[in-house]
């Protein structure tokens, strides 16, 4: 029961996600607004019950069970990228590398001026 | 001999018209990578979605239910990526004061980060003369699977495209990152988990998850974060 009652209100925030997509219009995925949604209530509560702690920390972690299913499409589709599979490959395997390491560059130099802002204080 | 393999064809009939076989397929394989996964020392570059992945993959081509008829089953589970997206709130509220702590170098790297995971790869394509469809499919690909799916749709993309570059971006971020931070002395779990969540959505933060709460918390802001930014701006400045 107290698993099913955490289960509830992700599913209710999911839906409620979906409805301000669908209603405003966004682009952006139910799920990602309901996440937003949640954080913002727990946010205004100042507390998380244990049976919503309880269920998302169930479902965070299974997340790698529910995308594997996505995942298989890629092998039954491999010829669409025939032809370009070379520039595909490149793009993927540098571009990631690059933004990685600029994130991580980024996130660094910021992280640090920060302090040396507030030491100027 | 023809009556047993008439049963034996009867028996795929009906197993394959409930979810049932693809659920069991789909969390065997799971339970294996994970077995595999730690058995072989947790190797980065084969993190366990892509062993699922890829025992699955095998399962479905050597079982000859096809692709189309897993994929029908395996939605029983996959509708649940939505309620699971949701949660990935609840660790984010329960970091938020770590967040707060960073809530700066957060601004700043996200909007020239999250644009350059798309630019990156979409200008390494453009001037290998790969054709727009291609850079279409290309772009979204830091972001979380069901924004990229409508982005890439948006954009005139392959979907099916989309999600393979998905998946290896995710497994590169996971390896590349990882590289990086050790490279750069970064060992900040917050930094870490951000980079994750940032360029490799939720591979990345499933990955970032296994190294610490934190981590995963700052993984999942990171990828809403993107997902929001570039489905906001992606339509907006994709120039053709």
Redo the contacts between chains.
């Keep these: 029961m107290v698993l099913l009652r955490g ?1 509830l209100v ?2 209710v ?2 839906l409620l ?2 409805a301000l997509r669908v209603l405003v219009g ?7 607004l ?6 913002a209530t ?2 205004l509560r100042g507390r ?1 019950s244990d049976q ?2 309880e ?3 169930g ?20 010829d ?2 025939a032809g ?1 599979w ?3 490959a ?19 130099k ?2 640090g001026d ?1 302090t040396q802002g507030h030491s100027h204080d | 001999m023809t009556e047993f393999n008439g049963r034996m064809q009867e028996l795929l009939l009906v197993w394959t018209t409930g979810p049932m076989l693809s659920i069991a397929l789909t969390l065997a394989a799971f339970m294996a990578a994970n077995w595999l996964f730690a058995k072989v020392g947790r190797p980065l570059w084969m993190p366990p979605v892509l062993m699922a992945a890829v025992i699955l993959a095998a399962a479905v081509a050597a079982s000859g239910i096809g692709y189309e008829t897993y994929q029908q089953g395996a939605r029983w589970l996959t509708v649940l990526l939505g309620p699971a997206t949701v949660a990935l709130g609840v660790p984010l509220y329960q970091q938020m004061h770590h967040i707060r702590a960073l809530w700066r170098p957060i601004l700043c790297t996200l909007p020239l980060a999250a644009s350059l995971a798309a630019v990156y790869a979409v200008g390494i394509a453009w001037l290998m003369d790969a054709p727009l469809s291609i850079l279409a499919s290309l772009a979204p690909k830091s972001v979380t699977a069901p924004i990229a799916m409508g982005i890439a749709e948006q954009l005139g993309g392959s979907v099916a495209l989309t999600l393979g570059g998905l998946l290896i971006t995710g497994v590169l971020a996971s390896v590349f990152v990882d590289w990086g931070a050790k490279w750069m002395k970064i060992s900040d779990d917050r930094m870490v988990g951000f980079a994750l969540g940032l360029n490799g959505h939720a591979i990345g933060t499933a990955r970032a998850f296994e190294i610490s709460p934190t981590a995963g918390a700052f993984a999942s802001l990171g990828m809403g974060l993107t997902g929001v930014f570039t489905a906001l701006f992606l339509p907006f400045v994709f120039p053709f």
């Design positions: 289960f992700l599913v925030f999911f996600g979906e966004l682009p952006i995925s139910g799920g990602v309901g996440m937003v949604m949640v954080t727990l946010m998380v919503l702690a269920a998302s920390r479902l965070i972690s299974v997340l790698v069970l529910l995308i594997s299913p996505g995942v298989v499409g890629v092998f039954f589709i491999a669409r990228f370009h070379f520039s595909v490149v793009a993927l395997v540098a571009g990631t590398l690059l933004s990685s390491v600029t994130t991580l560059w980024l996130m660094k910021t992280a920060r």
